[in-house]
């Protein structure tokens, strides 16, 4: 596990903590953090030891200077940008470290650099292929196990909470959203397709999705997946990722293109439009029971004001002015339409019929199964980092163009 992975690992388990801490007091507030002090000690190494004084020490130092604030006082949308932009910026380390260490490889060099395993989160096939192997063979994938438990994960984190990862998580979402400011810099306005032509366009992340599920499902066949897993393409697939981009032929450059092109054009293009795992995120999240719901009753609609903030701020363009409870496959969870609103969670709010999830609680269990979970399998289970030798990964480098099968 590299530095960048622990570290942002460990902010995840303090966030936790310190969520513990405020949330709950007394015996039950100090059992929960007892608990999560012993699964820490069996998950933790040397490394993640380190990882835990960094992240403590700065805490703390902070603390001293400017003390931490109450995390209920803090509005969704500040907790939501702090978020994301933490998250891009070790996104960000991740791919220079990653870049070196490829760059290092292909110089014959022995990389001073570990491989950051977490790379394989953006490898959908290999992660599909490795969570079928594992639940229906007891096979795990030695090369890319993040991959798998990725996939695992996302899919968990669907269930519970729809697609809250693509609004508090995702680092695409974030690069999208300033192609889009740019964009709307150079040339002002707010662009929108015709419902037929957003229908046209929504439907290309379910057909991508349906492309990727065909190779995980039907593709590879059960008694292969064994020798799959060992072939030099499987091995190879985060540089084969790494080379469709900054190797551009002329179908991966006309892709890159169109991406480019929907996610400047138009607000949340990419999510909206093109990307597999938001759209498998909201097929999973119609099971959720957590939804965005409006209290007609608490509502300014029924005191006979036209109020419709709530749409209007909605990046995902729902009409939540007029639903009970949003269930449509494009809302994210980025309660900007609870923020929207006059009367805030008096009359629009997150959660269950019966039961209110705060944003601070909603970052809380995105941290417990998005950062947490994979710590835990990495400790427990010695599910995240890849075991391909180093010569084996300098000897597929250098087969990369020829690796298409």
């Given at each position: 596990m590299s530095v960048i992975e622990a570290i942002t690992m460990v902010a995840?388990?303090?966030?936790?903590?310190?969520?513990?801490?405020?949330?709950?007091?007394?015996?039950?507030?100090?059992?929960?953090?007892?608990?999560?002090?012993?699964?820490?000690?069996?998950?933790?190494?040397?490394?993640?030891?380190?990882?835990?004084g960094t992240v403590t020490a700065v805490l703390a130092l902070r603390h001293q200077r400017r003390p931490l604030p109450v995390f209920g006082a803090i509005d969704s949308q500040q907790l939501r940008a702090g978020t994301?932009?933490?998250?891009?910026l070790c996104w960000g380390l991740v791919t220079v470290q990653y870049s070196l260490h490829i760059w290092q490889l292909g110089q014959g060099m022995s990389p001073w650099l570990v491989r950051p395993d977490?790379?394989?989160?953006?490898?959908?096939?290999?992660?599909?292929?490795?969570?079928?192997?594992?639940?229906?063979q007891g096979l795990v994938d030695p090369h890319h196990p993040a991959a798998t438990v990725t996939v695992l994960v996302l899919s968990l984190l669907a269930l519970l909470l729809g697609r809250a990862f693509c609004a508090w998580f995702c680092p695409l979402g974030l690069v999208g959203e300033w192609l889009y400011g740019l964009r709307h810099r150079l040339l002002p306005g707010e662009w929108?397709?015709?419902?037929?032509?957003?229908?046209?366009?929504?439907?290309?992340?379910?057909?991508?999705?349906?492309?990727?599920?065909?190779?995980?499902?039907?593709?590879?066949?059960?008694?292969?997946?064994?020798?799959?897993?060992?072939?030099?393409?499987?091995?190879?697939?985060?540089?084969?990722?790494?080379?469709?981009?900054?190797?551009?032929?002329?179908?991966?450059?006309l892709c890159l293109g169109w991406v480019?092109?929907?996610?400047?054009?138009?607000?949340?293009?990419?999510?909206?439009?093109?990307?597999?795992?938001?759209?498998?995120?909201?097929?999973?999240?119609l099971l959720t029971p957590l939804r965005i719901r409006r209290d007609p009753a608490r509502c300014l609609r029924s005191q006979g004001h036209g109020c419709d903030k709530c749409s209007r701020a909605c990046p995902s363009?729902?009409?939540?002015?007029?639903?009970?409870?949003?269930?449509?496959?494009?809302?994210?969870?980025?309660?900007?339409?609870?923020?929207?609103?006059?009367?805030?969670?008096?009359?629009?709010?997150?959660?269950?019929?019966?039961?209110?999830?705060?944003?601070?609680?909603?970052?809380?269990?995105?941290?417990?199964?998005l950062l947490v979970l994979p710590l835990l399998s990495y400790g427990l289970l010695d599910l995240w980092v890849s075991q391909t030798?180093?010569?084996d990964r300098y000897e597929l480098l250098q087969r990369l163009p020829w690796l298409t099968h």
């Open positions: 995840g388990m303090v966030y936790l903590v310190l969520l513990a801490w405020q949330v709950r007091t007394g015996w039950p507030g100090r059992l929960a953090l007892g608990l999560l002090g012993l699964v820490w000690l069996l998950a933790a190494d040397s490394l993640l030891w380190l990882a835990l994301r932009h933490l998250l891009l977490v790379v394989d989160a953006f490898l959908p096939i290999a992660g599909g292929l490795g969570l079928r192997a594992w639940f229906a929108s397709p015709p419902r037929w032509l957003d229908l046209a366009l929504r439907t290309q992340k379910f057909l991508v999705l349906g492309f990727l599920l065909f190779i995980i499902l039907l593709a590879v066949p059960a008694a292969a997946l064994p020798g799959y897993f060992t072939s030099p393409y499987h091995q190879a697939a985060d540089m084969k990722m790494g080379a469709f981009f900054f190797n551009l032929t002329l179908i991966s450059g480019l092109l929907l996610t400047a054009t138009f607000r949340q293009g990419f999510c909206r439009y093109l990307c597999p795992y938001g759209a498998w995120l909201a097929l999973l999240g363009r729902i009409a939540v002015h007029q639903l009970i409870a949003v269930r449509s496959l494009e809302c994210t969870g980025c309660l900007i339409c609870v923020a929207a609103c006059p009367k805030r969670a008096d009359a629009l709010h997150l959660g269950t019929q019966g039961q209110r999830l705060a944003p601070r609680q909603l970052l809380g269990l995105l941290c417990l199964l030798p180093i010569p």
